[in-house]
């Protein structure tokens, strides 16, 4: 793994999924350049110019040069993704993602270590199940807001309450139950078993972001999934997230990680 | 990979994700059963019993029971990491897979090739960015549908034109036009290289049950992303597609793509 001399930047947006690829980095202790951007005021979407790096104009993303003269930078997104190449290629990477195999069991069908399942599961789970449940909650919870004429306001919000409990609330919940769960079966305090991985990372975004959504989709949550809200605490008091947020706090003032 | 006596079994939902999955299995020439499930006619939600395979309740799951007698069935959910899982340990999947490295460089940054980084980024995107906008009108249009009463549709149809015109179509057409250029630079049919990959097979639930609604969203989309139409056509075509889709004629009587 020759990696000593690879370049990686990563472009940081405010409120963004990009705050856990900030950590990731600290964890992998990977010398890493990061380039602020912020959202547009009026309309809270991401700049332009992240355009130019990667077309769909989105945060995270990374770039990597490989060392070498004629080397051209890697573009990588899609958080899940970039976690796993991020850790493929990085020795520190070793600790974030669990052992494989089962003893004897190496290249057989359900020879995985249950560790290693959930890991995988959950590189997936954050982007392709959770977040669009917290996204859709926040553009629905707007229908409520602001933004709209005070007096369509009584209409659109009853729109977006049945929206809310017909459709996202229960949907939350269940990904609320089913996390709380696999906390109590983890053995340890994280999502794959008592050590912090890449997966946890990744998951953290979505907790810790919307944290604050959950009492308003779902009264009484933190009673009902008490393991979830120790979980949410266990990521913030972690010492690699706390630099993340300290880093932030250097390039850019101020950190805030509501969704 | 003693894979010869693990039992397959699909849980198959209506105008679901799930499609896929089943083109998959054909592709991979592994035996396996199917469970039929129905939305329900009101709520178009999927039926509490598939809630007893998998706690979020959602199609597409599988269940693997190892070759054994002493075997527990292992319960794989998220369409990217199920793909994964069912290419790793089934002979067929390294043809639906591209190489990894490039010759003579193995396992450093940057020698991975093309084909296979476009390939690892796909199986994250189809569900982390392309699905949730698609979800999302969905439900936005439902607010100009005959679900809302008509003495405030009038509104509500002004506030969905609005979501859609300002944070939905824009990102849609970002879409189209990235997998439009991919498609102009992968040196063939598919996403990835001249080859199929699962990757593909992993797009065209998205891209299939959605390509009725883009005109709707981008008018005139597809004069202005031919290739997006033509792999679009190549993908409908495919042959392990029209199994899949005979497949569920055979089980369920009727086929229907859209979203």
């Known amino acids: 793994m020759s990696t000593e001399e690879a370049k990686v ?24 350049e990061v380039e602020i951007f912020h959202r547009n005021k009026q309309t809270f979407l991401a700049p332009p110019e992240l355009e130019k790096v990667h077309p769909l ?18 573009v990588l997104a899609e958080s899940g993704w970039m976690t796993e190449y991020l850790c493929t290629h990085y020795p520190e990477g070793q600790r974030l993602v669990p052992k494989r195999w089962q003893e004897g069991k190496e290249n057989t069908i359900g020879g995985e270590t249950e560790a290693y399942m959930r890991y995988k599961y959950y590189l997936h789970y954050a982007e392709g199940t959770l977040m669009p449940y917290l996204v859709m909650s926040l553009v629905i919870g707007r229908l409520k807001g602001g933004d709209i004429p005070f007096f369509v306001r009584p209409i659109t919000s009853i729109v977006a309450n049945r929206i809310i409990s017909l459709f996202i609330a229960p949907n939350i919940k269940k990904n609320l139950a089913m996390l709380n769960d696999q906390l109590s079966t983890s053995g340890g305090k994280y999502l794959c078993y008592d050590q912090l991985t890449a997966a946890d990372i990744l998951m953290s975004f979505p907790l810790l972001a919307a944290k604050g959504r959950f009492a308003e989709i779902v009264p009484g949550w933190e009673k009902t999934y008490p393991r979830v809200v120790e979980y949410i605490k266990t990521l913030e008091s972690n010492p690699g997230y706390k630099k993340s947020v300290a880093k932030v706090e250097e390039l850019d003032g101020k950190f805030q990680a509501s969704l």
């Not at 947006?13 to 600290?26: D, G, M, P, T």
Request: charged share 25%; net charge positive; aromatic share 10%.
């Open 9 to 32: 930047k990563l472009y940081w947006l405010e409120q963004s999924r990009s705050q856990r690829i900030l950590w990731l980095l600290e964890e992998l202790k990977v010398k890493y």
């Open 57 to 74: 104009g989105k945060s995270p993303v990374i770039t990597i040069t490989p060392a070498g003269a004629d080397a051209k930078p890697i």
